[in-house]
């Protein structure tokens, strides 16, 4: 006889012991596993800790000083598993309550296994997904924060957002000091046209979304006063079509400007 797939583990947590047992066996026919079946918070934060199950279906109240709502909270800190909630409680104040935990679906008692199946179906497939951003986003966070030229980057209307390290150096300001300041208030970057200095904006036009602007032998102003030669480009960030900031990249050239003047002398 060909053995079923197994999909997951899941941890139940259940005081009732006749609904636990129908709720094993539920998962089990729905092809899940459970390592464990616990009946208190503690045993479920402990449970959680050493099985590190896919997911945690937890009824909200419990027997002992620690609830379902109490016990996720500790497991989402700690573990960050996905948390389903089972329960026969869905009053306003008990659910807004819940909501603080950052649930991944409910079930209300009774249930029925397509529903249970269903509800456990999408908050994996979403707990995956979020794994798989947050993952993306540690990668591009690395990938930034090691490039040795100044990244800046701003929303749609130029408040800053993020600075690498080596843009912290550059202009003397740490990110937590700037986010949320508009980029202009802080930095000005000028070109030279037709022998004038002219400011460039950060901010993408609307007009021209898809463009990435380049501005070579350029300068960038810092709060002290000093003046920076830099090579800068300006490129949109989009999230599919729609421009949501951009990222401002300044490289120093005074070494090289120095370079330049010492061989015309």
Partial sequence: MQQS???GQILVVEDENIVALDIRQSLNRLGYEVPAVVATGEEAVAAARFWQPDLVLMDIRLRGPMDGIEAATHIRHDQRLPVVYLTAFADTKTLDRAKTTEPFGYV???FEDRELNSTIEMALYRHKMETRLQENERWL????????DAVIATDSVGRI????PVAERLTGYPTAKVSGTLFDNVLQVYTQS??????VSVVQPQSDINRV???????????SGKSIPVDCTIAPLLDEGRLVGSVVIF?????????DRKSVV
């Fill in 251 to 259: 490289r120093d050239i005074s070494r090289r400007k120095n370079a």
């Fill in 141 to 148: 966070d690395t990938t930034l924060r090691s490039i040795g």
């Fill in 161 to 164: 957002s993020f600075m690498n």
């Fill in 5 to 7: 797939v197994r999909k």
């Fill in 108 to 110: 209300l008692k009774p």
């Fill in 213 to 223: 602007r380049t501005c070579d032998d350029a300068t960038l102003r810092i709060p």
């Fill in 194 to 199: 037709s022998g004038k200095s002219q400011p």
